[in-house]
């Protein structure tokens, strides 16, 4: 299984982004799909996901009026719709995928480690 994270690229401050996770090789049931990013020296940082299958979403607080995630029509692929991008949302955008649990524990679902299969990142960059 291959997740490939597409779409970023440097934008001014109050630009807008699309990112894309598109999935690839085997088939797998994903039960929630992730996006996590990480800036250089801290920790990968939890910023959205979306759940199998009614849709529900998750989102860090700091960017739910901002940001959006939803899955196309009849694919397995995961966008990230990002506005008003400011300064501190620069980072490396990682999506992530996991086969079991649920969008409704939240503590999980922003855990890194309960993914089980990871893209390979795509960087923003937003200048000020």
């Known amino acids: 299984v291959q997740l490939q994270a597409s779409g970023g690229g440097l934008v001014m401050a109050g630009g807008s982004l699309r990112l894309s996770c598109a999935v690839g090789?085997?088939?797998?049931?994903?039960?929630?799909m992730g996006w996590f990013r990480q800036a250089p020296g801290k920790e990968r940082e939890f910023v959205a996901a979306?759940?199998?299958?009614?849709?529900?979403?998750l989102y860090l607080e700091s960017v739910k009026d901002r940001f959006t995630i939803s899955k196309e029509s009849g694919s397995s692929t995961v966008t990230l719709q990002m506005d008003n991008l400011q300064a501190e949302d620069t980072a490396v955008y990682y999506c992530?995928?996991?086969?079991?649990?649920?969008?409704?524990?939240?503590?999980?679902?922003?855990?890194?480690?309960?993914?089980?299969?990871w893209g390979q990142g795509t960087l923003v960059t937003v200048s000020s």
């Open positions: 992530a995928a996991a086969t079991s649990g649920s969008i409704r524990w939240m503590v999980a679902t922003m855990t890194p480690s309960s993914y089980d299969y």
């Open positions: 090789g085997r088939a797998v049931s994903s039960r929630v």
């Open positions: 979306i759940g199998w299958p009614d849709d529900s979403t």
